[in-house]
């Protein structure tokens, strides 16, 4: 290597450009991965908090003051679609693979793909498809 670095025939500079696009394709991964990973995690809450607004927004009243929980499971699963359709933005496309209510614990499972494009999608590199599980339960806290 010293020996190429002292050479005056100019073969350093395809070493030397063979480092600099290394260290931008190391760059524009640290790039993409961060962005997937801000977007995935964005998304991720987003339905989380839908979930959770729809088991509890579906928790039947009249049997709250007996302290029982119970929930309207069809009015759950209608909730957390209109909600996930509301809150998400635009840029992201949700598919939902299946929604599992139970009434007594009053409890939702939701899994579905959530699709986005990259950062270079503008470049051709396309869109970036990951697997959503979100849960939510409602347990009575107060032990009756």
């Not at 600099?20 to 995690?41: A, D, K, Q």
């Not at 309207?72 to 992201?92: E, M, Q, V």
């Not at 009053?106 to 990951?130: L, W």
Request: aromatic residues 12%; proline residues 2%.
């Amino acid at each position: 290597m010293r020996r190429k670095l002292k050479e005056r025939k100019g073969s350093i500079s395809l070493v030397y450009f063979g480092m600099v696009f290394l260290l931008l394709m190391t760059t524009f991964l640290i790039i993409e991965m961060g962005s997937t990973l801000e977007n995935y995690s964005y998304a991720e809450s987003v339905l989380q908090r839908a979930c959770n607004s729809a088991v509890e927004k579906n928790i039947i009243d009249a049997y709250r003051a007996d302290h029982i929980l119970r929930m309207d499971t069809s009015g759950a699963a209608r909730d957390f679609r209109s909600y996930a359709a509301n809150d998400l933005p635009a840029k992201y496309q949700f598919t939902i693979q299946s929604i599992n209510c139970s009434a007594d614990p009053p409890a939702m499972e939701v899994i579905g793909t959530i699709r986005f494009d990259t950062v270079f999608s503008q470049y051709g590199f396309g869109s970036i498809t990951h697997s959503v599980k979100v849960v939510s339960t409602n347990y009575a806290l107060d032990g009756r």
